[in-house]
């Protein structure tokens, strides 16, 4: 499974969402995908003020900090196993 990160390279919250993202990953085993939304306009419109935001397809987890709960509930709901 993937998820998205849109981020933006100047941004302290996202290299600090991307940076608590890295354990969920050694322990779930999910793919991360990090997109700078100032190189996309459609998601500069659409998610410009909520950036960071962590994403499944078009389903948003959570915006501007890592709700660990959120993430936790979303991926036991995809029935990933804790390695």
């Known amino acids: ?3 998205t990160l849109l981020f933006r390279e100047y941004c302290s919250l996202c290299h600090r969402m991307r940076a608590d993202l890295q354990p969920y990953q050694a322990r779930y085993g999910f ?3 990090v ?3 100032d190189d996309d306009p459609e998601l500069e419109t659409r ?3 909520l950036v960071p935001v962590l994403l499944h397809g ?3 987890i959570c ?3 890592l709700d660990e709960a959120a ?3 979303f991926l036991q709901q995809q029935g990933l196993p804790e390695r």
Do not use: K, P
Request: charged letters at 30%; zero cysteines; hydrophobic letters at 40%.
């Open 1 to 3: 499974m993937t998820l």
């Open 31 to 33: 793919e991360l995908a």
């Open 35 to 37: 997109l700078d939304v």
């Open 47 to 49: 998610y410009n003020e």
């Open 58 to 60: 078009d389903t948003e």
């Open 63 to 65: 915006h501007w900090h």
């Open 71 to 73: 993430l936790q509930r």
